[in-house]
């Protein structure tokens, strides 16, 4: 009897199997329609862009009134507030131009954003946080005072403040509209100018 040719006999070679690389997390070029794998030569897809991180250093604070009793904030219109009636109240502050100190930019914002001059009695420490704008997250760092009012006109500036006021020393923490100046201000204790 003689085997037959598929049988492994002399003269005749057994089918290897060919062994195939393992395939990479991922890979879906078995699918129907996918994209052939990149070859390593292939130039990758740019990187996403990131959002350019700005930072900026700002400077200003808390005015005392000349009595003792009142301290100054700014308000600025609540931009999600569809009424667009809601206040927001901040402390008074501003960017610090190229050769000035935080105390010199704080004194010039103060006057700038509320029309009030005024004197810096102490620090009352400094402040950062992060947020969006323009599509640039910004790093902001804002040096905090407190001043003694000297003089001037209550005036909100045009351009940057809708309405500026005093308010007694007790309501300040609870007017101010945004958590970090809350704390600055409580953990002041006695605002005594």
């Known amino acids: 009897m003689t ?3 598929s049988a492994g006999g002399e003269g005749t070679r057994k089918k290897r199997r060919r062994r195939r690389p393992p395939r990479k997390k991922g890979n879906t070029d078995t699918a129907v329609g996918a994209a052939p794998a990149q070859n390593k030569n292939t ?3 740019p990187k996403q862009n990131y959002v350019k991180r700005v930072d900026e250093v700002s400077a200003g604070g808390l005015v005392i009134d000349s009595t003792g009793k009142k301290g100054l904030l700014i308000g600025r219109r609540d931009i999600k507030d569809q009424t667009q009636e809601r206040l927001l109240w901040s402390l008074p502050k ?3 131009e190229e050769g000035e100190t935080p105390e010199q930019a704080a004194l010039r914002e103060v006057a ?3 029309g009030i001059e ?3 009695s102490k620090s009352l420490g400094v402040i950062d946080f ?3 704008a323009g599509g640039k997250r910004i790093h902001k760092t804002v040096h905090h005072f407190l001043f003694k009012e000297t003089g001037g006109k209550l005036a909100p500036q045009v351009t940057e403040v809708d309405d500026v ?3 007694p020393l007790s309501e300040i923490v609870e007017k101010l509209a945004y958590p970090d100046e809350k704390k600055l201000i409580a953990r002041s204790g006695e605002l005594n100018a």
């Open 130 to 132: 992060w947020f969006m």
């Open 3 to 5: 085997p037959a040719p």
């Open 118 to 120: 005024s004197e810096i």
């Open 165 to 167: 006021a005093w308010f």
């Open 94 to 96: 501003g960017h610090i």
């Open 112 to 114: 700038e954003e509320t």
């Open 43 to 45: 130039p990758r897809k």
